[in-house]
């Protein structure tokens, strides 16, 4: 039997603080740019504001559980669009 992963790849899980956090790197700093403005569009469709720091070519994304509970659907739902948002320039 085959099981879901319980984040999309690329993500790192780390449990104690409940965190996940994933790195995008970009080419340059205009996809930068870009994909930092779409995940402000989904942070503010999902209520859902991670923690995000930048440089000219890559976003640290880290997205804690709410009051220190575990993360859960919602920061799974969150990884997953933001990795389709990270994509958009690559397409």
């Known amino acids: ?42 942070s ?10 930048f440089s000219r070519t890559h976003v640290n994304v880290t997205v804690y559980g709410w009051g220190g509970a575990a993360v859960g659907a919602e920061a799974r739902e969150f990884a997953a669009r933001a990795e389709a948002l990270a994509s958009v320039d690559a397409a």
């Open 44 to 53: 503010k469709e999902t209520g859902l504001y991670p923690d995000l720091s």
């Open 1 to 42: 039997m085959t099981t879901e992963p319980r984040w999309p790849e690329g993500w790192t899980e780390v449990e104690k603080p409940s965190l996940l956090h994933r790195r995008f790197e970009f080419a340059a700093y205009p996809e930068t740019r870009a994909f930092l403005d779409r995940l402000a569009g989904l």
